[in-house]
């Protein structure tokens, strides 16, 4: 067990013993279920600093950096540069999308990016044609599929997705696999959930409980391919694919990007709880025109979406250790699909809020945010990082990461651990955890020994 020393940092004798990871050699297969806005953007994107186009604006993993040792040593090396990540160039795209189409046409149909961006990587957008999609419309009520797979049963709808990833596995070196789709309708875990073999049996038998994503998810985790969920959807969360990931070495992590609203929520929400201030009400609401927005407009996906933004208040704030403050807290979200508004999204929050002597005070909050602009490096982050992940030994054979929590609204945790929601806290999860793969001391911030 280590133990904090007077230079702030956590002496760590075991950290010697750690088996770094190994390096990222070769190619990196992306696979991305979904190829719309977010998808796009990351693609297109990744293209365009490929190219000298643009910086890498919003990636952790890019752009931040990551201190070593004693503020007085200087030593603060870019992330990329400190951790063995694959590299940009070294990243291959595929993916399966319903409406068919090569990537130039889907990104022009997202309008996320403008004319001059998509125009001077048009060459490489048009040569990714995405894979005939597993889609089912009582999943996602608003959507029509029009690239979409056809089979006997769930079980060979997965098989076809592992004979794609099977060749696309003859292309590349090493492979991750993240959910970019629609949010689908609300499920909660039952029976077929509850071990690999019931779930497998579910497959076989067209078990209504089985979603698009968890086919998917179960497809890539039996080949042994890492896992993220963008979307609220219940998929890797649920103890059969657990199991299937522990078994088969492939990291697994939590759901729904956290982009906007919840973003601003895990800031705001730690400072008034640090702060010691109360609060009365939250209320939420979002205006968004994307397919986002059109998905959401059906009650059972926006139920989906609701579960995964309601729980990040309570987590936070923990209103059973303070009463006084937050016990009578009303949370309210609402999402409001406004054509009109595209994928530039407005999250709109009034806080009412207390003070000493319980004194009222209110906090208003419009962000005029564009949704894949902020989820596209978020995105690529987890796709390193759970790369990075699957090519560490002590990491690997855990299941769920939950040092990635800092990437979205529903953290993954072990069962019976409450999820940490605190984008502070969640950052420095995610440092330690690097620096403890790479044998370097923790940091806790104490600091004494600066004033000896």
Not at 376 to 397: E, I, K, Q, Y
Request: proline share 6%.
């Amino acid at each position: 067990m280590s133990t904090p020393d007077a230079s702030g940092t956590n002496t760590a004798a075991s950290n010697n013993s750690v088996s770094k990871p190994q390096a990222a050699t070769g190619k990196l297969g992306v696979m991305i279920p979904g190829m719309g806005a977010v998808a796009t953007t990351l693609i297109a994107g990744v293209e365009a600093v490929r190219k000298g186009f643009a910086k890498p604006i919003g990636s952790l993993s890019q752009m931040g950096t990551i201190r070593l040792g004693k503020r007085t040593d200087a030593r603060s090396p870019l992330i990329k540069d400190f951790a063995p990540l694959a590299d940009l160039n070294d990243i291959v795209f595929t993916g399966w999308d319903i409406f068919g189409g090569d990537l130039y046409t889907a990104a022009k149909t997202a309008q996320v990016l403008d004319r001059d961006h998509l125009e001077q990587i048009r060459p490489f957008l048009e040569s990714i044609e995405p894979m005939p999609a597993v889609f089912d419309q009582h999943y996602v009520k608003r959507l029509s599929g029009k690239s979409v797979k056809t089979g006997r049963s769930k079980c060979d709808l997965a098989q076809q997705i592992r004979s794609d990833i099977q060749a696309f596995k003859q292309k590349t070196d090493r492979q991750v696999m993240i959910w970019c789709g629609s949010t689908e309708i609300f499920l909660e875990p039952t029976a077929v959930h509850q071990t690999l073999a019931a779930f497998e049996k579910g497959l076989v038998e067209e078990d209504p409980s089985i979603s698009p994503s968890q086919i998917y998810a179960y497809a890539a985790l039996k080949e042994g391919i890492p896992f993220a969920n963008g979307a609220p959807n219940l998929t890797v969360d649920v103890p059969a694919l657990i199991e299937l990931s522990k078994q088969m070495n492939a990291p697994i992590c939590g759901k729904d990007f956290k982009t906007g609203q919840t973003f601003i929520k895990t800031v705001l929400a730690p400072a008034f709880k640090t702060r010691m201030l109360g609060v009365s009400g939250w209320y939420s609401t979002n205006i968004l025109g994307n397919r986002d927005g059109e998905v959401l407009d059906d009650p059972e996906s926006f139920k989906t979406k609701e579960e995964s933004k309601l729980g990040v208040l309570d987590y936070i704030l923990q209103p059973e250790l303070y009463p006084d403050l937050y016990k009578d807290i009303y949370h309210k979200v609402r999402i409001n699909y406004y054509p009109p508004r595209g994928d530039n999204k407005e999250g709109w929050d009034n806080i009412d809020i207390f003070g000493w002597l319980g004194y009222p005070m209110q906090l208003k909050v419009d962000f005029l945010c564009r949704d894949s602009i902020l989820a596209a490096p978020l995105a690529l982050d987890l796709v390193l990082f759970l790369d990075l992940a699957a090519r560490t030994p002590s990491l690997r054979g855990l299941g769920i990461q939950e040092w990635l929590s800092f990437y979205f609204k529903a953290p993954q945790t072990a069962s019976g651990l409450y999820p940490e929601h605190d984008l502070f806290i969640q950052s420095m999860k995610l440092k330690n955890t690097l620096r403890h793969i790479m044998g370097e001391d923790l940091i806790t911030h104490l600091g004494l020994e600066y004033y000896d």
